[in-house]
């Protein structure tokens, strides 16, 4: 059974074991390796973020945040983040927090859903955005250092809400 809710300060180990597992997959996040943990939870866990986990069986295996993606006179526009611990993956939880992030995203006021790099070859990734209403509006070649394909293409995607 799946449950997803607001993210606690106790919650935060799982959180920074989860960025760092996939920052050093390199193949779907920006953040170097090398990422402070400090830095992290400020992205992640500190306001105006607004972040959330999944649990299965009492275990945090996927979190998300949703914050403006820009300040002021853009700060209608949502941006958001998803991670799923590699152990978890293929189970359909991007999609249900992509799912719960929607909603919430209407509950705190935002009209649409900006994603401003997304790596190109995350099918994955771009499957599940796709199937949940976003469209590709942009395409920055060569933007993303992938660990094992070298450079590639980084996608930004849009979804009125």
Same mark, same amino acid.
Request: proline residues 4%; hydrophobic residues 50%; contains cysteine.
């Given at each position: 059974?799946?449950?997803?809710?607001?993210?606690?300060?106790?919650?935060?180990?799982? &959180?920074?074991?989860?960025?760092q597992q996939v920052t050093a997959a390199g193949d779907a996040?920006?953040?170097d390796v090398e990422t402070p943990e400090a830095?992290?939870? =400020?992205?992640?866990?500190?306001?105006?973020?607004?972040?959330? @986990?999944?649990?299965?069986?009492?275990?945090?295996?996927?979190?998300?945040?949703?914050?403006?993606?820009?300040?002021?006179?853009?700060?209608?526009?949502?941006?958001?983040?998803?991670?799923?611990?590699?152990?978890?993956?293929?189970?359909?939880?991007?999609?249900?927090?992509?799912?719960?992030?929607?909603?919430?995203?209407?509950?705190?006021?935002?009209?649409?859903?900006?994603?401003?790099?997304? +790596?190109?070859?995350?099918?994955?990734? +771009?499957? @599940?955005?796709? =199937?949940?209403?976003?469209? &590709? &509006?942009?395409?920055?070649?060569?933007?993303?250092?992938?660990?094992?394909?070298?450079? +590639?293409?980084?996608? &930004?995607?849009?979804?009125?809400?």
């Amino acid at each position: 059974m799946l449950t997803i809710r607001p993210a606690t300060e106790h919650d935060w180990s799982a &959180i920074w074991a989860m960025f760092q597992q996939v920052t050093a997959a390199g193949d779907a996040f920006a953040y170097d390796v090398e990422t402070p943990e400090a830095v992290a939870r =400020k992205l992640w866990v500190e306001p105006p973020a607004h972040a959330f @986990v999944a649990e299965m069986d009492g275990a945090v295996v996927g979190t998300y945040y949703v914050r403006p993606n820009q300040p002021g006179r853009g700060a209608h526009i949502a941006n958001a983040g998803y991670m799923v611990a590699t152990a978890a993956q293929g189970r359909g939880l991007a999609s249900a927090l992509c799912r719960h992030s929607l909603d919430m995203a209407r509950q705190l006021g935002f009209r649409a859903m900006q994603f401003n790099f997304v +790596v190109s070859s995350n099918t994955a990734a +771009v499957r @599940v955005w796709e =199937k949940h209403g976003f469209h &590709i &509006i942009g395409r920055v070649p060569a933007a993303f250092r992938h660990e094992t394909l070298g450079l +590639v293409d980084a996608l &930004i995607f849009y979804r009125a809400l």
